[in-house]
C-alpha cells in the first residue's frame, strides 16, 4: 500500500511567493502543492494538502488523520513557537512527523529559534527554501513506512 503523506502549512504561508519574498522566496504555496503531487506520483506516494491559518483548524486536520496518515509533513508557520496545542495534537495521534521551515530560523529573531515540535519530529528541515518540501517527501517516501498494515488471512 501506498503511504499516505498529510502536508500541513500553517498561517501565512497561503502568502508564499509574494509574503516576503528576500526571506521565503517567489515560489507560490501553489506551486509547492503542484511539485508535491508530481513527486508524489513519481514515488508511489499519496499526499493531501492543507493550510490553515486557524491554530483549531490544524489540530483538527492532524486528530482526522488518525488511522488514515502514515505521515505527516508540517509547516506550522509562526505556530511552530507557540502552539501546545499543535504538538499535543501530533503526539496524541501517534503520527511520525517532519517539520519543515522555508527559512533558516536560526539566522533570525531568537525567538524563532524554539520549536514546541522539533524534539518530537523524525526530522526538521529548515533553510532549504521550498526545496525543503522536496526533501520531507522524499524522505517520507523512503522512511516513513506503512503502519497498521491488515494481517494477510
Ligand atoms: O511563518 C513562518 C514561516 C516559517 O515556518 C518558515 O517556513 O520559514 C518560519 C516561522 O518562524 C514563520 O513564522
Redesign the pocket.
Known amino acids: 500500500m501506498a503511504q499516505r503523506i498529510l502536508l500541513i502549512n500553517?498561517?501565512?504561508?497561503n502568502l508564499l511567493g509574494t509574503r516576503e519574498p528576500q526571506i521565503?522566496g517567489s515560489t507560490t504555496l501553489n506551486d509547492v502543492v503542484t511539485q508535491a503531487q508530481t513527486q508524489a506520483a513519481g514515488l508511489s506516494i499519496q499526499i493531501e494538502a492543507f493550510q490553515s491559518n486557524h491554530e483549531g483548524a490544524i489540530v483538527d486536520k492532524i486528530q482526522a488523520a488518525r488511522g488514515n496518515k502514515d505521515g505527516i509533513i508540517i509547516?506550522?508557520?509562526?505556530f511552530?513557537?507557540t502552539s501546545v496545542a499543535i504538538r499535543d495534537a501530533l503526539l496524541g495521534v501517534g503520527i511520525p512527523f517532519v517539520e519543515?521551515?522555508?527559512?533558516n530560523?536560526h539566522a533570525?529573531e531568537q525567538w524563532?529559534r524554539h520549536s514546541y515540535l522539533s524534539d518530537k519530529a523524525e526530522a526538521v528541515i529548515?533553510g532549504l527554501g521550498v526545496f525543503g518540501y522536496t526533501a520531507a517527501i522524499d524522505f517520507a517516501a523512503k522512511h516513513m513506512k506503512v503502519k497498521n498494515v491488515s494481517p494477510k488471512l
Not at 500553517?10 to 504561508?13: A, E, F, H
Not at 519543515?100 to 527559512?103: L, R
Request: hydrophobic fraction near 25%; charged fraction near 10%.
Open positions: 500553517g498561517p501565512n504561508l521565503y509547516n506550522p508557520g509562526a511552530t513557537h519543515v521551515h522555508v527559512s530560523v533570525r524563532r529548515c
